[in-house]
Every structure is written in structure tokens, then in C-alpha cells.
């Protein structure tokens, strides 16, 4: 995938897919999935480099995903452009300047794609309809996806972070179309884990996150082309005295070389049960393993 980080003009005709994305989840997919299988034209996301909201100043209360995440699920989906924008670069055009200097001029735009609640424009005046009678008068295409829902409400990022922030992963998980996870690096722990014959991945979970409540998650951990079941803590280490945020991932199956440096990718599934402060390290050592007995019947029962 070919990734722009300023309105470079395209050397090819586009299908374009407009919005935030902060997710992609299944009503973003709906807006993507538009911009496919269009003859001649090369599927194409414009977004941006960071939320709108933080650009005017607010905070969206922490993300559902990386830009590098962003970068792979989109791919995977079979988008070939990405223009990945300031905000502050776009935000002051009018609609019109939008369509013409952004989508026609630079974008090479041929279909325009967005879903119904879609706004733009300078102050976000301009809606889904104003953006489909401009790029009609232009001889351009649009499409405007209707509301995907679920459980009868409208799927959306907002709706998917209160849901992480309650532990609610697995509910979360039917809405992105993929589990809630984290992509870091691998850091060095204490190698007590290692002494209770539980060893474990510790990885930061990116700041700009949005966090889940601290406890322990069934997991998947995708490692050098495999996945595993995972046990993760999400939490502080009351136990061990721990003082920085830390989510430390148990394979009870694995048995392959110690992990150090790589970046891995752990996906939450299912929450278990509130991070605790125990007596001593060999009752926890026990807890955690009995942690990984219910992850391991978790995924017998999900049958992977
Ligand atoms: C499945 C699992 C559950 C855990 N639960 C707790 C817990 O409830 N309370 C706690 O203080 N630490 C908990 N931990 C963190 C352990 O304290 C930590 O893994 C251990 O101290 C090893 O740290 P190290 O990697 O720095 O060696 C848990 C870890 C795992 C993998
Ligand atoms: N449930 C949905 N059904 C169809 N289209 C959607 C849905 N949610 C968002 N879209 C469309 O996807 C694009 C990206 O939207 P945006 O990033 O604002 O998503 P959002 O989930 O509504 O975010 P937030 O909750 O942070 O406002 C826009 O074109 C928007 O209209």
C-alpha cells in the first residue's frame, strides 16, 4: 500500500474512502468495502495522521488502534492509497474547496465514498448529502453507506471505546469485526515470571489507547506466524510492588525461545477476573495458573 502524508497528487484514478477510522470498525468497513472491485480505479482511504479532535484541541479519551495498525488492516482489506493527513490541513476549507482542490485536483477522485453521518467542511457544515449533489455536479460518483447497526444502535468508535473501558472486549469485538488488541515491542520483565514457571511477554500498551479496566484477559498473541492462547494482565502488579502500567501475556502451549524485541500484536478476547493483590508470589503463581486453564478451555470451546 502506497501511503501519502501530503495531498501528493495520485498518478492513478481513485475510488475514495472519507472519515477518521479510528478502529475500522464494521461500519467503516461498510464505507471501505465501496471503494472496491471499481474498474480502473485504485481504491484509495484519505484520513488522518492524528484524531480531528485532538488537532482542535479536545482529547477522544484514547484510540482503538495504531496508525501501524491502521496501516495493516487496511491492507489487508485491499485499500492500495492512503493519504494519512493533519487535520489542521483540511479543516479550514470550504466544502466546495474540499471536492475540488482535495478529491478532484490532488485525489484524482472518481468515486467518493463516506457513510451517512458523515460531516466536512470548514466548522463540519457540510453532510453526506451536500458531499453527494457536489461531486454530482462534478461528474463524479458518490456513495453514502447506509447506517450499519448493531443491537438496533449505530456502530461506532465512541460506542466501541466506552465498551473497552468497561472490559467488555468480547462485545467490543462484534462491533470492530476483530478483537480489541495492542501491536509493541517485547520488553525484558524481572524474570519472576520466568522463577514461577510462568513465563511471560511484557509489552507497554500504546499511551494513546484507550485502556480496559485492570484484570486479566483471555488472549491471542500472534508470534512469528503463529497464534496462541494467551492469559494477559492488564494492570499495575500490586503484588510485586509494580509502579508502571504493564500488560504481561502468559502462553501456557508455548514452548519456542524466549521473546525479546520483536513487536507482537495480543488481541484481548474475554475478560476473566479484576487484577488482585496477593499474600505472596507462589499463591499468585497458582492463580495464574489456573488463569491459563480457563484461557485454555476458553479456546477449546471457540474451537481454535
Ligand atoms: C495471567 C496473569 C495474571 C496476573 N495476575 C496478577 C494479579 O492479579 N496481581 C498481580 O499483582 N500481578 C499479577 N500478574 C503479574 C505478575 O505479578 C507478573 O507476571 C510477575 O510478577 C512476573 O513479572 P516479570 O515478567 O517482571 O518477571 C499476573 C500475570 C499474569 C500473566
Ligand atoms: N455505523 C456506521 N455505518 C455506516 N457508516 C459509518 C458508520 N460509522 C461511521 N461511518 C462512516 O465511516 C466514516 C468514518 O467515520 P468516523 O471515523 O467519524 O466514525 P465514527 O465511528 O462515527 O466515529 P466517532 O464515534 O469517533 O464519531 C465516515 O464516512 C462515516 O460516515
Redesign the pocket.
Known amino acids: 500500500m502506497k501511503i501519502f502524508y501530503d495531498l501528493q497528487p495520485s498518478a492513478v484514478e481513485t475510488a475514495v474512502?472519507?472519515?477518521?477510522?479510528?478502529?475500522l470498525?464494521?461500519?467503516?468497513r461498510?464505507?471501505i468495502f465501496q471503494t472496491l472491485g471499481e474498474a480502473g480505479l485504485t481504491p484509495t482511504v484519505l484520513t488522518f495522521s492524528a484524531n480531528p479532535l485532538c488537532d482542535l484541541g479536545g482529547s477522544?479519551g484514547g484510540e482503538l488502534m495504531t496508525e501501524a495498525q491502521k496501516v495493516r488492516v487496511l491492507e489487508s482489506l485491499g485499500v492500495e492509497q492512503l493519504y494519512l493527513l493533519r487535520f489542521s490541513s483540511l479543516m479550514n476549507l470550504s466544502p466546495e474547496q474540499f471536492v475540488d482542490e482535495v478529491l478532484v485536483r490532488a485525489l484524482h477522485a472518481k468515486k467518493v465514498c463516506?457513510?451517512?453521518?458523515?460531516t466536512f467542511g470548514a466548522g463540519g457544515r457540510a453532510d453526506?448529502e451536500t458531499l453527494r449533489h457536489l461531486c454530482t455536479g462534478r461528474g463524479l460518483r458518490a456513495a453514502v453507506?447506509?447506517?450499519?447497526?448493531s443491537g438496533g444502535e449505530?456502530?461506532?468508535?465512541?460506542?466501541i471505546r466506552a465498551l473497552v473501558e468497561k472490559g467488555e472486549v468480547a462485545a467490543a469485538a462484534r462491533l470492530l469485526g476483530r478483537p480489541y488488541g495492542y501491536l509493541s515491542a517485547v520488553r525484558h520483565g524481572r524474570q519472576l515470571g520466568r522463577r514461577l514457571g510462568t513465563p511471560t511477554l511484557n509489552q507497554e500498551i500504546p499511551k494513546s489507547f484507550v485502556l480496559p479496566p485492570f484484570g486479566v484477559y483471555v488472549s491471542r498473541v500472534h508470534l512469528q506466524g503463529s497464534t496462541y492462547c494467551g492469559v494477559t494482565n492488564v494492570g499495575m502488579r500490586p503484588t510485586v510492588d509494580g509502579h508502571r502500567l504493564t500488560a504481561e501475556t502468559w502462553m501456557p502451549g508455548y514452548t519456542g525461545p524466549e521473546v525479546y524485541g520483536e513487536t507482537v500484536q495480543t488481541d484481548l478476547l474475554q475478560f476473566l477476573r479484576p487484577e488482585q493483590k496477593f499474600a505472596d508470589v507462589e499463591t499468585l503463581g497458582r492463580q495464574i495458573r489456573a488463569d491459563g486453564k480457563q484461557a485454555e478451555a476458553f479456546f477449546a470451546r471457540r474451537g481454535q
Open positions: 474512502a472519507l472519515g477518521t477510522f479510528d478502529g470498525h464494521l461500519g467503516h461498510a464505507v477522544t463516506c457513510g451517512f453521518n458523515y453526506s453507506a447506509p447506517a450499519v447497526l449505530t456502530v461506532s468508535s465512541t460506542r
